[in-house]
């Protein structure tokens, strides 16, 4: 299913703001995040705790690979899907639901490392929640994704039954 929707959604135009741009530049040496935003495929890390900065990126990295026998492309990390797919998990236990038509779409409204050469602490203090460069166009891309998605689902496209 994450390959159908990723097929169907690739070529979306995401929204690019002066500000995204201008946080971008400072990421030197890290090819992708200089892009644009786009739609990609990637894996989620989940934790109950908060986290930032390099070192906890090199580290979601490494867990990522762990876990996934080298298969995994650690791409955002997040912790409310964790609690989603657990509820799911049970409810296709008791046959209520069907989990493997779950898809989590992620976006991105910041980075979750430092840019080179400024800290962890640097890097978090300089955008202030809601007010992150990207937050409303994070918001607009998870509507233009996930609502074709959706309306793919609804028409009965999904690959999945």
Known sequence: ????AYQLTRDIELLDTEG???RRKAYIGYPEALKKPVVMRGDTLS??????GERMNTWANAWVE????GRGNYVTTAMEDTGTAQALTW???AGRVNFQRLLCL????????QWPGATAHQSLSGEKLAAYSAYRPALDAAHRV???VVRAILAGETPVE
């Open 106 to 113: 992620r976006t991105a409204s910041n980075f979750d490392m």
């Open 47 to 52: 934790a109950m705790t908060y986290w930032h």
């Open 91 to 93: 409810l296709d236990k």
């Open 20 to 22: 995204m741009a201008e």
């Open 146 to 148: 996930g609502s074709k």
């Open 66 to 69: 762990y876990h996934t026998d």
């Open 1 to 4: 299913m994450t390959t159908w």
